[in-house]
T-cell receptor, first 113, second 111 residues
Framework: NAGVMQNPRHLVRRRGQEARLRCSPM?????VYWYRQLPEEGLKFMVY????????ESGMPKERFSAEFPKEGPSILRIQQVVRGDSAAYFC???????????FGSGTRLTVV | DAKTTQPTSMDCAEGRAANLPCNHS???????VYWYRQIHSQGPQYIIH???NNETNEMASLIITEDRKSSTLILPHATLRDTAVYYC????????????FGQGTTLQVKP
């Protein structure tokens, strides 16, 4: 029973490039959440999605960031025109109604050079 | 969701019980107490949750005061691998919706 799978584990991008982070939720989980953790800081909620719907994007920066969770395939967090301040660990979690606890992936470490 | 207050850091000797407190004096009647932890560089891990009764699982015990304004997470025999940041989160019981993480308590288990 695989957990939440995130890839890549590490991603290096030059300033101005695009970053695509993928998250496959646990089997049977239909709710996905993205969090960002800047170096030496806490976890900050970004966005909550269900299949084909964005439920809560109150933590998403207004520009350059977008997320999707298509009917088929993983959830994608997309960062356009990356800047050095985007360097962080990005964690994905999934959950399912009626089942206790959220399951987090191991994260993607994005480094912008 | 109710606000929680936790000590910034704590130490514990290996093999001893680690008792991590959390204050949530504004908790509502329908809100649960959840605990997660984040071991360095890893994703957060669910530990336990409860409403008003004490709870125990294979990882930890959760003791909630009768007035529900505070709780304690107990790791009965702490190991070095329990060194982590521990987060106390109060929210309505729902397995959907965002989790809001505070600063948590950094627990250092020492040999």
């Amino acid at each position: 029973n695989a957990g939440v799978m995130q890839n890549p584990r590490h991603l290096v991008r030059r300033r101005g490039q695009e970053a695509r982070l993928r998250c496959s939720p646990m089997k049977g989980h239909s709710h996905v959440y993205w969090y960002r953790q800047l170096p030496e800081e806490g976890l900050k909620f970004m966005v909550y999605l269900q299949k084909e719907n964005i439920i809560d994007e109150s933590g998403m920066p207004k520009e350059r960031f977008s997320a999707e969770f298509p009917k088929e395939g993983p959830s994608i967090l997309r960062i356009q025109q990356v800047v050095r301040g985007d360097s962080a660990a990005y964690f994905c979690a999934s959950s399912r109604p009626g089942v206790d606890g959220y399951t987090f992936g191991s994260g993607t470490r994005l480094t912008v050079v | 969701d109710a606000k929680t207050t936790q000590p910034t850091s704590m130490d514990c000797a290996e093999g001893r019980a680690a008792n991590l407190p959390c204050n949530h004096s504004t908790i509502s009647g329908n809100e649960y107490v959840y605990w997660y932890r984040q071991i360095h560089s890893q994703g957060p891990q669910y530990i336990i949750h409860g409403l008003k009764n004490n709870e125990t699982n294979e990882m930890a015990s959760l003791i909630i005061t009768e007035d529900r304004k505070s709780s304690t997470l107990i790791l009965p025999h702490a190991t070095l691998r329990d060194t982590a940041v521990y987060y106390c989160i109060v929210r309505v019981s729902s397995n959907t919706g965002k989790l809001i993480f505070g600063q948590g308590t950094t627990l250092q288990v020492k040999p």
